[in-house]
């Protein structure tokens, strides 16, 4: 069964850290981009990041640039996101999805996500 499972979120601090952790099990994680998204409560949901499926290539969206850095491990089948720096604003679910191509124009795997707050 192919599947992504996120981990790492919780309640944190303003100005503190996480690391967001994608893991895959039925795939091959390396064949694909994955690209990390976020649902605020009442919001649209939003892409955060993402990168190649060598790693060679990311992208963030501008209110994340120079918090937040992704990465993968194709060794390990699994991508991460660390978030430093952050911000009430950051609060929402985080899910991260494996696309095609690059940059991938649609992603066919979802995660169930992984709730991040942060909050004083």
């Known amino acids: 069964q192919l599947q992504l499972v996120e981990s790492g979120g919780g309640l944190v601090q303003p100005g503190g850290s996480l690391r967001l952790s994608c893991a895959a099990s039925?795939?091959?994680?390396?064949?694909?981009?994955i690209g990390w998204f976020r649902q605020a409560p009442g919001k649209e949901r939003e892409g955060v990041s993402s990168?190649?499926?060598?790693?060679?290539?990311?992208n963030y969206r501008d209110s994340v640039k120079g918090r937040f850095t992704i990465s993968r491990d194709n060794s390990k089948n699994t991508v991460y996101l660390r978030m430093n720096r952050l911000k009430p604003e950051d609060t929402a679910i985080y899910y991260c999805?494996?696309?095609?191509?690059?940059?991938?124009?649609?992603?066919?795997?979802w995660g169930q996500g992984t709730q991040v707050t942060v909050s004083s």
């Open positions: 999805a494996a696309g095609s191509g690059w940059p991938a124009t649609s992603y066919d795997y």
């Open positions: 990168i190649s499926s060598s790693g060679g290539s990311s």
């Open positions: 039925g795939f091959t994680l390396g064949s694909y981009a």
